[in-house]
């Protein structure tokens, strides 16, 4: 574990650097009565900076947070409400442990989790299991923990594995990490999964209060069914969204070089971040009179530009017309990938099925990233529906709102592996 604290991540030293060089500012702007002629507007800026500083301990209250409970299953995230861990730490210095867990387990209400969860259609490893987490917020607000515990932890492993690639959010080797960052702070989820990771060897009708992977879905702990443990979940999952987020936004490590930014650097980097979270917040799915060009069978002249159904037609009528190196383009497993062994093994995969015709019937915008079209291919031995999806990713793969420039629709393969696989 790193010596650094929270507290010294570079956006917070940046937040207290930038208010340092402002209350400077103030004074000489108070000094100088050429300045208050000549930027008259400043005074409500300062008048509003005095008004937050009630938060200037914010910076502050993680390390402290995690300090008092990162050991029982608890940790600060960026999404976490300050005034939440603030007020925890108060009942834990005040009254001890327990009524602070108390506290904060009912903090995670039916409000708090439509709160938090307002984002989960982004990115992709949580929009595709939203079906899921709202089963699981179900059973929770039910209280049915038996039924809400198992399915959580499952989705922060699969979750984990998606967003990573490769391993899960309880394999030792993973890292749960990131650079300037709350959750992924090496005080945080490293420490979370190797609690919720430990070894349970002994079957036990004690209660517990961690919810230990090993010992729930093992069927060792057998007393794990209680609010405790299943808010300590949703906490996790939320840690776990904020960390997802980093590692898209390329922070999983720090920066090779970064130049000091000025005021208004700083100003137009945070607007542009506001910017993309204002998109997918603001973010609606089509309506039926926005898809009047549907259904489509051969004429691509009626579908708009940029659309996931135009990316289907050209790959559909690549495949038809045995063109495996342009159907590679618009395959997401063959983004970055070597062109040429990318179209053989497309040619290996399609050259097997010899579409005749198809049509684009219908879509379902899922997600601001997901699109699924259901749609009819025609073979000589019979015709198949399928739901194909596609996803818009940024030049590096990774998910992003559709309206978000750069991006391009790409087509997951898996949608179509009962046709391409059907031995599997």
Not at 39 to 51: A, C
Not at 212 to 240: E, P, Q
Not at 317 to 327: A, I, Q, V
Request: hydrophobic share 40%; glycine share 6%.
């Amino acid at each position: 574990m790193t010596n650094k604290k929270i507290q010294d991540n570079p956006s917070y030293v940046e937040v207290r650097n930038l208010v340092n060089g402002v209350e400077v500012f103030e004074c000489l702007y108070n000094l100088i009565p050429q300045l208050r002629e000549k930027y008259p507007g400043f005074q409500g800026v300062f008048d509003e900076l005095s008004k937050s500083k009630i938060d200037m301990d914010a910076p502050y209250i993680p390390d402290g947070f995690n300090k008092r409970f990162s050991a029982v299953g608890w940790i600060a995230y960026e999404s976490m409400p300050i005034d939440i861990a603030r007020e925890a730490i108060r009942i834990h210095d005040e009254t001890g442990i327990s009524c602070a867990e108390k506290y904060l387990a009912n903090a995670y209400d039916e409000a708090f989790l439509d709160w938090a969860s307002r984002g989960f259609h982004y990115p992709e490893a949580f929009a595709s299991r939203l079906r899921l987490i709202n089963l699981a917020k179900v059973d929770y607000l039910n209280e049915r923990y038996h039924a809400c515990v198992p399915l959580l932890l499952i989705l922060l492993d699969g979750i984990v594995n998606d967003v990573t690639k490769s391993i899960g959010f309880f394999a030792s080797s993973t890292d749960l990490t990131a650079w300037d960052s709350v959750a992924a702070h090496s005080s945080g989820l490293q420490v979370l999964a190797s609690l919720f990771s430990k070894g349970r060897f002994i079957t036990t009708e004690e209660e517990i209060t961690i919810p230990y992977r090993n010992g729930i879905l093992h069927g060792r702990d057998l007393v794990f069914d209680n609010k405790l443990v299943s808010a300590k979940c949703w906490a996790a999952l939320f840690a776990i969204k904020d960390w997802a987020d980093s590692v898209i936004e390329g922070k999983k490590s720090p920066p090779k070089s970064k130049d000091d930014l000025s005021l208004l650097e700083l100003i137009e980097r945070k607007e542009k971040r506001e910017v993309v979270k204002k998109l997918f917040q603001e973010w609606l799915p089509r309506q039926p009179n926005e898809l009047s060009h549907l259904p489509v069978s051969e004429g691509v002249g009626t579908i708009p530009q940029g659309t996931p159904e135009l990316t289907l037609w050209s790959f559909l009528e690549s495949w038809k017309n045995k063109r495996y190196g342009l159907m590679a383009e618009v395959l997401r497993h063959c983004l970055g990938e070597p062109r040429g062994k990318c179209a053989g093994d497309v040619k290996n995969d399609y050259s097997k099925l010899n579409l005749a015709s198809f049509n684009i019937v219908s879509l379902i915008d899922t997600s601001p990233s997901v699109s699924v079209l259901k749609t009819i291919l025609r073979f000589p031995e019979k015709d198949v529906q399928l739901d194909i999806h596609l996803s818009y990713v940024d030049r590096a793969g990774y998910s992003c709102v559709r309206s978000c420039a750069g991006g391009q629709w790409l087509i997951l393969q898996n949608s179509l592996g009962s046709i391409l696989y059907p031995q599997y």
